[in-house]
T-cell receptor
Framework: QQQVKQSPQSLIVQKGGIPIINCAYENTAFDYFPWYQQFPGKGPALLIAIRPDVSEKKEGRFTISFNKSAKQFSLHIMDSQPGDSATYFCAASIGRGGGSNYKLTFGKGTLLTVNP | NAGVMQNPRHLVRRRGQEARLRCSPMKGHSHVYWYRQLPEEGLKFMVYLQKENIIDESGMPKERFSAEFPKEGPSILRIQQVVRGDSAAYFC?????????????FGDGTRLSIL
């Protein structure tokens, strides 16, 4: 049972384009939604995260949009650069004792290629 | 600040052997998590430990897999009698707490290959 569904599997854009990666979740108990960036041979690195009390969060060129009623959230990368080429994972977790940073459930990932 | 350190980076074992994967969390982090990543898949939660205690091992296979996080030294993920299906990248993460504003930091993983 895949609790977090991510699409597309791969994505190619030109430099300056705005790639959009989408995720949908099933478990309404999820209350923390981070996005991770992973380069080949490296571990995932946290990019940006959102909680369901807001519908959008921006950090630099990265924006998360969150739709609680549709149980969907997406990552937008503004003015994409070749250096953004990596695999992106969405994730979700359930609060525990007020915190919500444990037992992350990951999507399958999106391989993003930004051409020069 | 040193990040999460995992070793070895690559480990090759023959079927039936034991594999030991080590993880040193970031300084000041007492919460450790292990995840497994199969090819073309996302990371799957295995176990969550806090110094000397296993808090949640719901993602661990029932047999052959064990984890510990002793008072002194790194966290160890141990796989006994390895099989081909154990080939994967194993990632360790750590955090100072489980609060949402203190995210998990990942190491660069151990790539385990079973011959």
């Amino acid at each position: 049972q895949q609790q977090v569904k991510q699409s597309p599997q791969s994505l190619i854009v030109q430099k300056g384009g705005i790639p959009i990666i989408n995720c949908a979740y099933e478990n309404t108990a999820f209350d923390y939604f981070p996005w991770y960036q992973q380069f080949p041979g490296k571990g995932p690195a946290l990019l940006i995260a959102i909680r369901p009390d807001v519908s959008e969060k921006k950090e630099g060129r990265f924006t998360i949009s969150f739709n609680k009623s549709a149980k969907q959230f997406s990552l937008h990368i503004m003015d994409s650069q070749p250096g953004d080429s990596a695999t992106y994972f969405c994730a979700a977790s359930i609060g525990r004792g007020g915190g919500s940073n444990y037992k992350l459930t990951f999507g399958k990932g999106t391989l993003l290629t930004v051409n020069p | 600040n040193a990040g999460v350190m995992q070793n070895p980076r690559h480990l090759v074992r023959r079927r039936g052997q034991e594999a030991r994967l080590r993880c040193s969390p970031m300084k000041g982090h007492s919460h450790v998590y292990w995840y497994r990543q199969l090819p073309e898949e996302g990371l799957k939660f295995m176990v969550y430990l806090q110094k000397e205690n296993i808090i949640d091992e719901s993602g661990m296979p029932k047999e052959r897999f064990s984890a510990e996080f002793p008072k002194e030294g790194p966290s160890i993920l141990r796989i006994q009698q390895v099989v081909r299906g154990d080939s994967a990248a194993y990632f360790c993460a750590s955090s100072p707490s489980v609060n949402w504003d203190q995210p998990q930091h990942f190491g660069d993983g151990t790539r385990l290959s079973i011959l």
